[in-house]
């Protein structure tokens, strides 16, 4: 079940040059410059991994294109973050993999904690933010930020909402391959 790296890159070359929701760009430009946005800010490579690698179980997924409502908005929440786990966690450490597990745990801890956090929110995000169980409460709070990877899954969701720019410029997949070679464990 595990992906190897060049697969990796295989899947996201083919699968993943499509929309990317409702935003106006591809699920492959939102990947690079998250994991851009993370390289920039000087995040350790794997936070950059994890910021490349995030909605990987969007790509992953067997939805079929029927499947998708026409609006492009979800009626139930996939869960991609934890359905790419299984194919990466013989290659990665956990300081790729929870980062990934909390992004979207991340977004309902950012609505709870930053009081313009919402307004920043792109529609699409705003819908999938409901299904996903909207912002948490005082108790999710606490917890969350017991988790050891919580501060890097925040900074993640941050890139996340940034990297939406039509037409931005980032190194190419063959640079974050390089990357996902040097972080690999076995």
Known sequence: MSLSIPEIVQLLNSRATTWYGQEAV???????QCAHLAEEANETPETVVAALLHDLGHIVS???????????LPTVDDLHQFV???FLRSHFSDAVLEPIKLHVDAKRYLCAVDAGYWDSLSHASKHSLELQGGRYDEEQVRSFEELTFYSEAVRLRRYDDLAKVPGQITPPLAHYATLMEQVKVA
Do not use: F, I
């Open 84 to 86: 790419a786990l299984p």
């Open 26 to 32: 591809s699920q492959l430009e939102h990947a690079l």
């Open 62 to 72: 067997t939805k079929r294109p029927d499947e998708v409502p026409a609006d492009g």
